[in-house]
């Protein structure tokens, strides 16, 4: 297994930061996107019921009517690439049921066979105390894949700018999400800083580790 060195790791996540100006005459390669968006396929979540979307926004209009709806951010429509992150707005039987077949069809079980599992996310999800606030729950979901986007990024020497700055109801109502049982959680767009960005020299501002981790 080839791994890569610490030395990269944190070379690379000191260098991304939060691109304010992309160039637009940048694109990412189709092969570097596919693997970004293999980063998002790949992303954890709990139980793996993976309950979002991912939204490529390719049409330059759809392209500036988001933008439009994110107070004019010029990363919209300037980033190479754009997504938007939406989670599940609600979990049922059938949800779990899909799941739980995908699991067992893909690791060569018996349907049926994970009748426990099956039951142990309907008493917590779908009928459990958690079902009051599930959509919050699977928001938590999709920004663990934003995470994960954004790390990946930055270890291809991508540039990315997540962002909640937006009118996540207009965005659904654009993209005709409620319909299909999603809404826009943030978004993040993609591609390579522009040379004249300031912000990509502005110091990181974070606490001291001492401050945010403890050791027990
Ligand atoms: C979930 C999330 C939402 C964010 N929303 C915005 C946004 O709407 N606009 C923006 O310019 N930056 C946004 N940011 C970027 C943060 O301000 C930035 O990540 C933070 O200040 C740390 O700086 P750095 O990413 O450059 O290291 C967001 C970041 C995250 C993780």
Avoid at 23 to 49: F, H
Avoid at 63 to 78: H, I, M, N, S, Y
Avoid at 84 to 113: C, Q, W, Y
Avoid at 123 to 140: F, H, M, Q, Y
Wanted: charged share 25%.
């Amino acid at each position: 297994m080839t791994t890569i060195s610490i030395d990269t790791l944190l070379t690379q996540l000191k260098w991304r930061y939060a691109t304010k100006k992309f160039d637009p005459t940048r694109k990412i390669s189709a092969a570097t996107w596919v693997s970004l968006e293999q980063t998002l396929v790949l992303s954890p979540s709990s139980y793996g019921l993976q309950p979002y979307r991912f939204i490529v926004v390719i049409d330059p209009k759809l392209r500036e009517a988001l933008k439009l709806l994110a107070w004019g951010k010029p990363q919209v429509t300037d980033a190479s690439h754009f997504v938007v992150f939406a989670r599940k707005t609600t979990i049922s039987g059938e949800d779990v049921t899909k799941f739980i077949n995908l699991t067992t069809d893909s690791r060569g079980m018996p349907r049926g066979s994970l009748q426990g599992y099956y039951d142990m996310i309907i008493g917590d999800l779908v009928k459990g105390p958690r079902s009051a606030w599930v959509d919050e729950w699977t928001a938590r979901q999709t920004y663990i894949a934003l995470g994960n986007l954004l790390t990946a990024a930055a270890l291809l020497g991508i540039d990315a700018c997540p962002m909640e700055g937006l009118d996540p109801a207009k965005y659904d109502e654009v993209l005709g999400l409620p319909a299909k049982g999603y809404s826009t959680v943030c978004v993040c767009a993609l591609g390579y800083r522009a040379a004249d960005d300031k912000y990509a020299t502005a110091k990181k501002v974070r606490y001291p580790a001492e401050e945010l981790i403890e050791h027990r």
